[in-house]
């Protein structure tokens, strides 16, 4: 029996959730956009998407599937867009303070990234069989934290790269001390495999390396990838009707979007069913 070792439910990541009715509509503004299948117009970072509305809210939220915009409901800040919105810029909008927008737009896709590894390891600290990790995820979780506080200037100069890859060796660490609970005669590593369009129903991927595999297309249907770590594993298109995702290490609701299951698809208690999916 495989047991995930988890400690939380979701509630400690709340504020690492998008809350688009306190934030600026910046994920609209501040990003560039490719025509392609997953955007339907061309836009540069800094220029308004013409579907956002004074409000700052989507016109087409509902309908972004079928007018074209299916990337958008793939994309996650993390909380990032009203942190930077209602804490960074203290409220004052990029629309009534015209002279903040390009230092908000700066700031925003940095922030994004910071949030997301506040995200991780949030989770790593929820990690029971990490518990001889948990001093060095506490001191990496409170050193993000802080320099999401730093002054908009001060933010926009973070090396972010560098210390995303501080961040990520820690992670490797609490999945590997998490996956080493699933009993197994050898490892099984995929790591940034190309799995595309694989063949994979009903596959034991328990405690698999997954970390930044492209799993697009690929049929997952009824796989068990209880504690698998799937952190920036592509999961566009991916078949997960009736896989189990329970445990799974570092998952995230924009890949759950980005795929297609069922009722059947277990999931962690953390996460939500997209409302996609059906069922």
């Not at 920036?232 to 979007?257: E, I, K, Y």
Request: proline residues 4%; glycine residues 8%; contains cysteine.
């Amino acid at each position: 029996m495989v047991r995930t070792g988890r400690r939380d439910d979701g509630t400690e990541r709340a504020a690492l959730r998008a809350d688009c009715a306190n934030c600026f509509g910046l994920c609209c503004v501040a990003l560039t956009l490719t025509r392609s299948s997953d955007f339907a117009v061309d836009k540069d970072a800094g220029e308004p998407c013409h579907n956002l509305q004074d409000d700052f809210r989507c016109g087409i939220h509902t309908e972004l599937r079928t007018q074209g915009f299916p990337g958008c409901t793939v994309y996650d800040c993390f909380g990032a867009g009203q942190k930077v919105s209602q804490e960074t810029f203290e409220g004052q909008d990029w629309r009534r303070a015209p002279q903040t927008a390009r230092q908000m737009f700066q700031v925003f896709p940095v922030m994004r990234q910071l949030h997301e590894l506040l995200w991780y390891l949030t989770e790593a600290l929820s990690l029971r069989p990490a518990v001889p990790l948990h001093e060095e995820i506490r001191r990496a979780l409170a050193g993000t934290e802080a320099l999401t506080r730093l002054t908009p200037a001060a933010i926009a100069d973070v090396d972010v790269a560098a210390h995303r890859e501080n961040v990520a060796r820690l992670l490797l660490r609490t999945s590997e001390l998490v996956r080493s609970t699933v009993p197994r005669k050898k490892k099984r590593s995929r790591r940034g495999a190309d799995l595309i369009g694989a063949r994979l129903h009903r596959a034991d991927l328990q405690g698999a390396d997954l970390r930044g595999a492209y799993l697009i297309a690929a049929d997952l249907s009824g796989a068990d990838l209880r504690l698998a770590d799937v952190i920036g594993a592509d999961f566009r298109d991916a078949d997960l009707s009736g896989a189990d995702l329970t445990g799974s290490l570092f998952l995230t609701q924009a890949q759950l979007n980005a795929a297609r299951g069922d009722a059947a698809t277990k999931l962690p208690t953390s996460l939500a069913r997209p409302a996609h999916w059906g069922g």
